[in-house]
């Protein structure tokens, strides 16, 4: 499979900075394995929206994909509890 090109939001950027490191460390490369495998086991898509989610210990990441443009768009990157709002 052809790797995607992964493009993070800015305000996606300041969420993974404000995490503890070792988990920022955990979703760094959690984000890095979704440019090869862009749905991986255990993600899921979200209701009524064109995003998908993987888990990562308590935190989520939110993205949405282009499969004809081959690119990742990183949405948000937030505890469990408060990504969805």
Known sequence: MASYKLLIKPSAA???ESLPLRERRRIVARI???ATEPRPPGCQKLSGEEKYRVRQGDYR???G???AKKELLVVKIGHRGDVYQ
């Open 14 to 16: 300041k969420e993974v």
């Open 32 to 34: 890095q394995r979704l």
């Open 61 to 63: 990441v939110v993205y």
């Open 65 to 67: 994909m282009d499969d």
